[in-house]
């Protein structure tokens, strides 16, 4: 007598439900510019940037859409707030190293560019929610057709 199979059994992830293999790329890259930024950040302020840049890769990367084409509106989205994320990051950093180095005097330009950045940064983030949002809503519905 065999026994019935384990409802608990693992089920095979089907081809739709994977993540693309460019976006786990992208994770993976993202991953690895993040601790390498945040270790060496504080020695050249270029590979700060690497960690920053990084982040905005994993947030692409997640914000994959469900169809064939995995560069969804929520991707596009991503992707030019966290371009808005790293240019308002060298803007700002630029701004308080003239005003370190005694160049400039302190301007309002850097309180404008810090609320640009963390805007930019909300709006990322918010994509990425709405993107894995939209994904499971429309796996969801394709199940629900399926059955």
């Not at 929520?74 to 003239?98: E, F, K, N, P």
């Not at 810090?114 to 709405?130: E, N």
Request: net charge positive; charged share 10%; glycine share 8%.
């Amino acid at each position: 007598m065999s026994p019935e199979p384990d409802a608990s059994a693992s089920v095979p992830v089907t081809e739709a439900a994977r993540m693309p293999l460019a976006a786990r790329r992208l994770v993976l890259v993202g991953g690895l510019c993040v601790p390498v930024g945040l270790f060496a950040g504080p020695y050249v302020f270029g590979l700060q940037l690497l960690a920053v840049a990084g982040v905005v890769a994993i947030a692409v990367a997640f914000s994959y859409g469900h169809r064939r084409s995995w560069f969804s509106h929520w991707t596009w989205l991503t992707a030019a707030a966290g371009v808005l994320w790293v240019l308002a990051t060298v803007a700002y950093w630029l701004s308080i190293m003239a005003v370190v180095d005694g160049s400039s005097a302190p301007s309002g330009l850097s309180n404008v560019v810090f609320y640009v950045g963390l805007a930019s940064l909300l709006v990322m983030v918010a994509g990425v929610i709405a993107a894995v949002i939209s994904r499971a809503v429309a796996r969801r519905r394709a199940s629900a057709t399926l059955e």
